[in-house]
């Protein structure tokens, strides 16, 4: 009577399996002061307009005459048309407020988009990639049979993304019905052209794919040519769906706050996924709560805009600090341009987990093994730039004296 | 290649059709004053205890050396912790802090919770009851086809909850997998002895069903001899989950918290229901928010407790008064006594419709049609007690002196 797909996966998840090794290291070396550069998690604070706004919003639910219950399922009003002007008119995307669904994070939506598809459909996922996409799709019983030797669901559709092919991925051989795409992307730090986007959205239209967007990490793009959402490109209203979060832009990670696009054209067998989508909100989730909703809210004040620009770029420093200070030591390294992740090729041909394991053990620093995010991920390491500029300094100044 | 079982729900959802109603109803009569009495929906403002705990959050979240980024996936062990001590183990019942999930609420983790199950389950439920349970099954796609005419789904198995059995359901003749339910019972404010619920758990263990228990209005108990949780019955760690809200009993409705208890003795075939739903919630789910849990750790707090109790009694004071003010004027009225709703049975056998139609056009309140509820529910209304004791006479005075 339980749902087997569950016992499909494999047994531990990457981010447990770091935290529990690191734990071991830690019980055996007390002394050590262990440097985590692993998990996507933020350091710093909550931006003071940030805060302001949701002292605010606290007051407000104190009093009779201003108190919020129920938000709308969808998100207020006022986030949604903030979001629609800001993200998107802003940048020439003709996306409406309505069709903006407030949600608790990215990864709530990137986890259960999958649920208004059948079980039936082939997806197609960039390999290396954020593992959720994967996951809960093996949940919802599609994605095969797993091989544990090459790491990899029967029924996905992988795209490899390597320094062969620039991590742009190819299109696939066999046609996907949906299509994850996460750029900048999710480990490797690299994004692609805007024009390489519209070829996507192109094929997707040519094959009556749906693209799911996910483009958490747009507030670090850098580069002119790239699309910070997949509504610049043109047909894109036809075809994608767009996530989007605060975690990484605005330090959301424990404040919790995101939200999906999904435009009133796009259907599929004759029905919008968007009425789709509102349904699922509605029955299944009872809206992001209104202090959270106003802390958004605040994100797009231009005080809001000018601090978070500031925490971006401190990230930022700590990225570039980072990719110059391997490539000196002679690392091959990736990403870290338009992206918060640093993307770097193990030495020696070690594996993902002999480097990290050697990493932890001689410079007590902790990065995530790159085949915990697809097979094409083996021989790849990721760093990421979250941490404070004194611990990136720390972390690099090992790596750099360290004979790994 | 969309999620066909979607298409199968009822065209419009119950609080949606009232909305319209309702909306239609003022443009047609600006002048009117609606009182509201439809949606279970709190009105009293968050305690001073909870809104000082959340300030101080928020505080926290503005500097670096307390700021928190993702929270533990299953909750923060201060409320966890607290929790179990103040919920369970001062009941006498043996639930520890890793067997609970806090949540951004009830709702969710209602619809949710059937995604551990397989697809081929069968569900009970009691009818009437809060529509969540069955809605999420069907978009599962488990519930058969749906007979508009008689509001039944076909492979759902109905438990009828009527005045001719006390509100109490019978045991099914059809042997379920898992059985909802929602005690107090969310619409007929009625609730059953704790020796009935003792013998709903030997039922589920003898018959190997595991029992859903929606415990979202346990605080509004004020009978002995009832249970608070399903987990002061004997066997209960084998056969029950158990969910609760923050909602209801401290007025969190727009601030999002609630958690799911499943035992770690319950196991259903040699695999735990615990292990499962961790894995839902660290796939799917990425923690409440911090400011939030910690509003939740507040309402366990010697003030908080004391607060949100005057608020409990408010409403509870609204629900004698509408249950005596309709029982003199001649309506047949249940609930209220250990819930915040009043279940009344309409007059002259109208529906439940005809009734809200007349009650919206005569007297301009608004309820909400017990046949929203499930079929069991035609014939009756709920009316609740989270408006304001100004509004519950105003509407009671309009009821008892307008001829329905």
Redesign the interface.
């Known amino acids: ?4 797909n ?2 499909k ?1 494999p047994g531990s ?1 990457l981010f ?1 399996t770091i935290a529990k090794k690191v734990k071991e290291y830690q019980e055996k070396h007390p002394e050590k002061e262990i440097v985590r550069l692993g ?1 996507g ?6 931006a ?1 307009t940030i ?1 302001t706004a ?2 605010h919003a ?2 407000e ?4 005459e201003t ?5 709308p399922d969808l998100g207020y009003d006022f986030l949604r048309e903030t979001i629609a002007k800001q993200d998107y008119k802003a940048r020439g995307c003709e996306i409406e407020a309505d069709e903006i669904f407030i949600s ?2 990215a ?2 939506d990137s ?2 988009i999958q ?7 082939r997806i197609a996922v960039c390999d290396p990639v954020y593992p ?1 996409y994967v ?2 799709n093996v ?1 919802a ?1 599609r994605c095969g049979t797993y091989d544990e030797k090459r790491g990899m669901w029967s029924d996905v559709i992988y795209m490899p993304c390597t320094r062969e092919n620039s991590f742009i991925p190819a299109f696939p051989q066999e046609t996907p ?2 299509i994850y795409l996460c750029l900048p992307n999710n480990p490797t730090g690299t994004t692609v052209p805007k024009t390489v986007l519209q070829d996507w959205v192109d094929y997707a239209n040519k094959q009556g794919a ?1 693209i799911i967007y996910d483009a958490a990490y747009e507030a670090y793009i850098t580069e002119s040519g790239v699309a910070h959402s997949i509504y610049e490109c043109e047909g894109a209203r036809e075809c994608a769906i767009e996530i989007r979060s605060f975690s990484k832009n605005a ?1 959301f ?4 706050l995101g939200f999906t696009v999904i435009p009133k054209e796009l259907k ?2 004759g ?1 919008s ?1 968007h009425g ?1 989508w509102a ?2 909100h ?11 909703q106003r802390a958004g809210e605040a994100v797009y004040t231009v005080d809001g805009q000018r601090e978070i620009k500031e925490q971006i770029a401190y990230y930022m420093r700590n990225a570039a600090t980072i990719k110059e200070g391997l490539s000196d030591a002679g690392y091959e390294v990736f990403g870290g341009v338009n992206a918060p992740y640093i993307w770097l090729k193990t030495p020696d041909q070690m594996t993902s987990w002999e480097f990290f394991d050697r990493l932890l053990e001689k410079a007590a620093v902790v990065g995530t093994p790159g085949s915990g995010f697809g097979p094409s991920g083996e021989g790849y390491f990721r760093l990421t730039a979250f941490g ?1 500029y004194e611990n990136t300094l720390k972390a690099l100044e090992r790596i750099r004296t360290t004979n790994l």
Chains 1, 2 share one sequence.
Request: charged share 20%.
């Open positions: 009577m339980i749902n087997t569950y016992q996966l998840y447990s998990i998690d933020v350091t710093q604070p909550i003071p805060l949701m002292h606290v007051d639910m104190g009093k009779a108190f919020r219950g129920y938000a608790d994070g990864k709530s986890g259960n649920e208004i598809f059948a079980e039936t459909i959720v996951d809960s949940m019983g019905d949906v749906v330090g990670t424990g404040v919790r599929r067998d029905v996924l789709l349904r699922r509605g029955t299944k989730f009872n809206g992001a709560p209104y202090i959270i404070s």
